[in-house]
């Protein structure tokens, strides 16, 4: 490909661009672009969702199940106003405002009171609830009822119909379960008892997840959102670019960079894509990679930003309430995971760039890094303070939330003035313009919210369910068609966990596949004599979860990168997945060698060094199913990577099976045998260069 083949017009850049924000609103805004008055109502209840929220990290004391009710009310009111019943256009007379998006049709005004009211309702009859455990009367039943209707229509609306559809199958078979085959017969439960569980007490759609959701990670998506306006990002990428761009496939290593440091603070890969691809695609087309692969290392790098630490896509907050760990010690698990995937995309976009015989940017069309650093150096405070504040002080991830916020906050209210006394210009005028960026990052931050927020309540549903006695059917069962067999078992969560992350958000699908499988997963490893800790099974749900997003047909964040590339968006899906293929491995990785999530470990040295074999191995896997090293793979060098990896994946194992009895021996075999692999098609290169000269 040409360089002139590799550039997108400036109408193309608009036109995939404008397709791909389109995109991020749908999912996380709504579909909704109202005039008049009705243009204030969504930003107003956003504001004040926000405000709320911060409140409750700051000075205003609920108790826990008000809190949870404030949070879905917000949620449900937000989704039922910005998002219309049906996308496709209904032309029918009388029934056109089930699709209207010029306006908010006053039945969907009513609806989302209507909705606000049935999440308020265990706080408008707290006492008089807690007083009737056990022996609801008729209004309980009958809102109770109502609530999980609204909230699997909420979640219609926002999410697609993947995460309704799933809670009314539980709820069937909470009913039916008595009247299944043996194999999966569950005794069942009354309609008193479902409806009072899942709807009228924390155990439910009131549950950990949206607790979760509501004290800690609406923090931290308001703290992305407001980091976002404040011009962060575009710090990120011009940083990324200023020391990457000018190395082979600078642009494609830039956009990891960039993608990376974004997914430190973002909860959405789709969100990722828009934010860096916007910038990175293009670049990565000018030096000659094909629209498809330009696309596709953006889907990998940002679906894999909800990997890494502190937010991971929200979901650190919901383990470590599951696994009871705390918070940081989540972090200390996920932390090699995540980097050694960025290493090895780092190498696989070397990878590309070699096969294509590329070059980077030249200079001169890069930014100057010291003056981007010193321009946008105030970016870092903010986060470096969050993680000052979880590491050092140790503070509770939502008081180092709030207060790295407040810090954002007072940035982004002075930058622009500073910025305007530099320029001579007016300084009031700077204020003004931090005033409304604050106000845009408060009502952003919200409105992100909706789709977790939901997400969180109906998965509770799920969750409920479980706790009524399922969780032992769902462990015989996973053990009978695995028939007790680990590497099978680990193969059918994964294949679940794909499949429900193709129309589940990344938490949702987190959040019921831990509930049913992670359990279920240590429990029949221990049966089989291996010990399978508990934040490992959860992270192995969690990853494979986070690859349904570039997964085709429906990998959404391959269809916005995709129309900024102006690639067909399957392909670009397949090829997104064949390169994340290197975050599958890691799961095994971890199962099988848990010194990765560092458990029980806690000497720095050690950590480094095992941070160092996990990067060997997954560099070593996205060689092998690359086909490429530093040449064209031969297939005994194929053998040869796929030796190293499983070194590098259980070194304990293969010690044992070539009569070491220190496993870092087995690493340091592994480890030679990379380098001999290196060596050997470094000759080959040579050779091949020599004759051709």
């Not at 306006?103 to 007083?131: K, N, Q, T, W």
């Not at 070699?354 to 200079?363: Q, V, W």
């Not at 087995?666 to 080959?684: E, P, T």
Request: some cysteine; aromatic content about 12%; hydrophobic content about 55%.
């Amino acid at each position: 490909m040409t360089e002139e083949q590799g550039k997108l017009t400036i109408d193309e850049q608009d036109e995939g661009l404008a397709t791909a924000k389109r995109m991020v609103e749908e999912e996380e805004m709504g579909l909704r672009h109202v005039s008049g008055w009705q243009r204030f109502l969504v930003p107003v209840v956003a504001l004040s969702w926000s405000l709320f929220q911060l409140s409750l990290a700051s000075w205003l004391l609920l108790d826990s199940t008000y809190v949870r009710a404030i949070h879905l009310a917000f949620a449900m009111f937000l989704i039922f106003v910005s998002f219309p019943t049906l996308k496709r256009h209904v032309s029918i007379p009388g029934l056109r405002w089930l699709s209207a998006t010029d306006r908010i049709p006053v039945m969907d005004l009513l609806l989302a009171c209507f909705a606000a009211f049935l999440a308020l309702y265990i706080v408008i009859d707290f006492e008089g609830i807690a007083s009737r455990v056990g022996m609801l009367n008729t209004r309980d039943m009958i809102i109770g009822s109502l609530l999980i209707l609204f909230l699997w229509e909420a979640a219609r609306r926002v999410v697609g119909p993947a995460l309704s559809v799933i809670g009314i199958f539980f709820t069937l078979y909470a009913f039916f379960g008595p009247y299944m085959p043996d194999f999966l017969a569950f005794k069942g439960v009354s309609v008193n008892r479902f409806i009072g569980q899942i709807s009228l007490t924390t155990e439910g759609i009131f549950g950990v997840p949206i607790y979760v959701s509501a004290k800690i990670v609406f923090l931290y998506v308001l703290f992305g959102a407001l980091l976002e306006r404040a011009g962060a990002g575009r710090f990120f990428i011009d940083l990324a670019m200023s020391l990457l761009g000018r190395y082979k496939g600078g642009p494609a290593k830039a956009a990891v960079l960039s993608s990376g440091l974004t997914g430190l603070i973002s909860g959405s890969s789709i969100a990722n894509v828009v934010t860096t691809g916007t910038f990175t695609i293009p670049l990565m087309k000018k030096v000659g990679y094909p629209a498809k692969k330009a696309a596709a290392i953006e889907v990998a790098v940002s679906t894999n930003g909800q990997l890494m630490p502190p937010v991971m896509g929200a979901a650190a907050f919901i383990i470590a309430e599951y696994v009871n760990l705390p918070y940081l010690e989540v972090c200390k698990a996920a932390a090699i995971p995540a980097f050694a995937s960025y290493v090895a995309l780092f190498f696989l976009t070397h990878i590309e760039a070699s096969k294509l015989g590329m070059r980077g940017l030249p200079k001169a069309d890069l930014p100057a890094f010291f003056s981007t650093m010193i321009n946008g150096i105030h970016y870092l405070v903010p986060i470096l303070f969050l993680l000052y504040e979880l590491i050092v002080p140790r503070h509770s991830p939502e008081v180092a939330a709030f207060r790295a916020t407040m810090v954002l906050l007072l940035l982004m209210l002075f930058q622009h003035a500073i910025r305007a006394q530099k320029e001579g210009t007016s300084i009031v005028e700077g204020f003004k313009v931090g005033v409304v960026d604050i106000y845009s990052g408060l009502v952003a931050g919200a409105r992100n919210m909706v789709s977790v927020g939901v997400a969180t309540a109906a998965a509770g549903i799920v969750v409920g369910v479980v706790t009524m006695g399922l969780g032992g059917l769902v462990t015989d069962i996973i053990d009978t068609l695995s028939m007790g067999n680990l590497y099978m078992m680990l193969g059918i969560v994964a294949i679940c966990s794909l499949i429900l992350g193709m129309g589940l958000p990344t938490t949702a699908n987190y959040i019921v596949m831990a509930s049913l499988t992670a359990p279920a997963l240590v429990t029949l490893a221990d049966l089989n004599g291996f010990t399978v800790p508990l934040i490992a099974a959860h992270l192995y749900c969690f990853y494979f979860g986070i690859l349904a997003d570039d997964t085709p047909p429906v990998g959404l964040a391959a269809y916005a990168a995709a129309a900024i590339a102006k690639s067909d968006p399957i392909p670009t899906g397949v090829q997104g997945f064949l390169y994340d293929i290197r975050t599958a491995a890691l799961p095994f990785m971890f199962i099988f060698n848990t010194d990765i999530l560092l458990v029980g470990i806690s000497n720095f040295f050690e950590a480094v060094f095992i941070f160092v074999m996990t990067c060997i191995g997954t560099c070593a896997f996205a060689a092998a199913t690359q086909g490429w090293f530093i040449a064209k793979n031969r297939w005994y060098e194929f053998i040869g990577l796929g030796i190293v990896c499983g070194f590098m994946f259980r070194p304990y194992f293969f010690a044992g099976l070539v009569g070491i009895e220190e496993h870092h021996l087995a690493y340091l075999l592994g480890v030679a045998m990379f380098i001999g692999l290196y060596l050997l098609q470094k000759m080959r290169v040579k050779k091949s260069a020599l004759a051709a000269a």
